[in-house]
């Protein structure tokens, strides 16, 4: 069964303008990956959060994980027409074999120049 | 990039055909996964392996078969295609070290007519 869900299911913003995709989630977690997809392309890893951390930076990519609400957010900042893309949130539950990740159906983004 | 390469890229099959897609990596990794990715599914795990002969079942193992005789290379066999089978596979590692940041191939797209 899934386990995160992410929404909005698309976003379609303008370059320079910030990026917000939400994530929600099931059962307690270890911790939580997000991962971006170009078209036709593997997933590459962006960046992980843990479960007792609130909140990390990487670069232009904000992400903050609320583990009462079950849910985190990846923020990217000052978008560009590169960054369109699949972003896929990935748990590790508690109790799940190693690197069993259970991911997401994704947010779609596209950044328009 | 990780060194990950899925083989064949494409194929396009019969059903009741038996499939074999080849996973191979460089980086001598000891976990590795087999992901299929279907609209409106997200990615879901098939079976994954934690060493040389030791593999495990995933969400959705049915149908799937996998063999891993060397580090390096991590077998999916679909003995009997079937059109339900159609889809985007990904093969992915992991070094256990990484609380479970996996690294992916380009995939392989199986079409099953």
């Known amino acids: 069964s899934q386990q995160g869900e992410e929404d909005p299911q698309a976003l379609s913003i303008q370059e320079g303008e910030n990026a917000t995709m939400n994530c929600s989630y099931k059962?307690?977690?270890?911790?939580l990956q997000w991962y971006r997809q170009n078209s036709g392309r593997g997933l590459v890893h962006l960046i992980l959060?843990?479960?007792?951390?609130r909140e990390k930076h990487s670069g232009r990519l904000r992400v903050t994980l609320d583990t009462s609400k079950k849910s985190s957010s990846l923020l990217i900042t000052a978008s560009r027409a590169a960054d369109t893309a699949s972003y896929f949130c990935?748990?590790?539950?508690?109790?799940?074999?190693?690197?069993?990740?259970?991911f997401g159906k994704g947010t779609k983004l596209s950044v328009k120049p | 990039d990780a060194g990950i390469t899925q083989s064949p890229r494409h194929k396009v099959t019969e059903t009741g055909t038996p499939v074999t897609l080849r996973c191979h990596q460089t980086?001598?990794?000891?976990?590795m996964y087999w992901y299929r990715q279907d609209p409106g599914h997200g990615l879901r795990l098939i079976h994954y392996?934690?060493?040389?002969?030791?593999?495990d079942k995933g969400e959705v193992s049915d149908g799937y078969s996998v063999s891993r005789s060397k580090t390096e290379d991590f077998l999916l066999t679909l003995e009997s295609a079937t059109s339900s089978q159609t889809s985007v596979y990904f093969c992915?590692?992991?070094?256990?070290?990484?609380?479970?940041?996996?690294?992916f191939g380009e995939g392989s797209r199986l079409t099953v007519l």
């Open positions: 392996s934690y060493g040389v002969k030791d593999t």
């Open positions: 992915a590692i992991s070094d256990g070290v990484l609380a479970g940041e996996l690294f």
């Open positions: 059962t307690s977690i270890n911790n």
């Open positions: 990935a748990t590790d539950k508690v109790g799940g074999s190693q690197g069993n990740l259970i």
């Open positions: 980086e001598n990794h000891r976990y």
């Open positions: 959060i843990r479960s007792n951390e």
